[in-house]
């Protein structure tokens, strides 16, 4: 069952007056804006809320609220009504305090009146829903000072209060608590700097900006030339930004030392007979000049293979010398042009070396004098991943 509490609370957020039957009416007047310069707050749109003990006479608005949330008759709604007002009577007297949620409390005061303190956390405004009161800073220098001022103010009245006399105790009613409920609205009030310039921010801005260029910039002066070898080559590439990047790892070959027995030749054998003598894997030796005295000779070896390679390329690039050729390499070192060469004839393309271009070696795949011809083939030469550029000689 609802309270008599709760239903004038909930009336007052509809209506301006609300009578309480043989005990008093809640009156509220709305307040506009204020803006308080010396505590430096903001306080939004509000209901003020006043008691009056005049205003004991029955509207019917109360007691039909209460019957209507309560499922009771009109009469029996103003039955238990009157029964609570008696109960609030009889506590007042006795000296306490009847609480009205997110309303106030009603008290007596010296006088022996009944007296009521609107709840300032809570605005029954409901236009103002959402809005809080906010604290403004003007000053940081003026603030501090005046902080100094009043904790030195208050030990001056502390200190001439101490110079009193007690005075005799006399009977304390409740009184309302202003001070102490106005030091928790200022700590729970949010601060908002109105000093705060575009030009700090833009500040900000720039700094964080700067930082995110710089740091990359910084990690990567250290990280490429520890990891690569740009400062050999001088050339750098896409894929060493990459600090994930898995790096080939070493191998050794490893190489068996020969400690077979010298060979001992005859003092009068000739230098092809000595070479003829030699096993295939040796390629120095020493050639006796007299007795005591040795020449060092490197053994020239040569392979048919190689020659018949050079003397097949050599005829392939005369005889297609003039045309369009599908370059899909080129290199100063001969014999990475011929690993070239058998890697895309394994691949059924017959390929050979054009020609040396500035010290390049150049190797063709493909050779035409149509130039449509030539350009289909690159085309199907790419679609299975090989990549070459056109060349007219």
């Known amino acids: ?137 003007t000053d940081i220098v003026a603030h501090s000072s005046e902080d100094a001022k009043e904790k030195q103010d208050a030990t001056s009245h502390l200190e001439v209060v101490s110079e009193k006399r007690a005075e005799p105790k006399q009977s304390v009613k409740p009184e309302p608590l202003e001070k102490e409920e106005e030091e928790e609205e200022e700590e729970e009030a949010v601060i908002i700097p109105i000093n705060k310039t575009k030009k700090s921010v833009s500040k900000q801005i720039l700094k964080w900006s700067s930082a995110a260029i710089l740091i990359p910039f910084l990690f990567y002066s250290f990280w490429i ?79 048919v293979s190689n020659d018949s390679e050079s003397l097949s390329t050599d005829k392939k690039s005369l005889h297609f010398t003039n045309g369009y050729h599908l370059i899909a390499g080129c290199f100063s070192e001969l014999k990475n042009a011929r690993d070239l060469i058998a890697k895309m004839e394994n691949q059924g393309l017959s390929s050979f070396i054009v020609d040396e271009h500035k010290g390049l070696h150049r190797v063709s795949v493909f050779h035409n004098k149509s130039k449509k011809e030539v350009l289909k083939t690159k085309n199907e030469l790419k679609s299975k991943g090989i990549s070459t550029w056109v060349l007219k000689k």
């Open 225 to 303: 030339p520890m990891t690569t070898d740009v400062l050999q080559s001088k050339v750098i590439y896409s894929s060493d930004f990459n600090p994930f990047k898995q790096l080939p790892s070493e191998s050794y070959k490893s190489e068996t030392i020969d400690n077979s027995e010298p060979i001992i030749f005859e003092s009068d054998a000739t230098l092809d007979e000595l070479q003829s003598q030699l096993p295939n894997h040796v390629k120095t030796f020493s050639y006796p000049i007299t007795d005591d005295v040795y020449v060092a000779v490197r053994r020239k070896i040569e392979t």
């Open 1 to 137: 069952m609802s309270k008599v509490n709760d239903i004038v609370e909930k009336l007052l957020r509809k209506h301006d007056c609300i009578s309480i039957p043989n005990f008093g009416g809640f009156v509220s007047i709305v307040s506009s804006a204020h803006l308080d310069s010396e505590k430096g707050i903001i306080i939004p749109p509000r209901k003020q809320i006043t008691f009056n003990k005049n205003l004991n006479g029955n509207d019917g608005l109360l007691i039909s609220a209460y019957a209507k949330t309560n499922g009771l008759t009109y009469v029996e709604a103003s039955l238990t009504i009157n029964q609570t007002m008696e109960h609030w009577k009889s506590s007042l007297a006795m000296g306490e305090r009847i609480i009205l949620p997110n309303l106030g409390y009603l008290y007596l005061n010296v006088d022996g009146l009944i007296s009521f303190e609107q709840d300032k956390y809570s605005n029954l405004l409901l236009s103002s829903y959402g809005l809080f009161t906010h604290r403004f800073v």
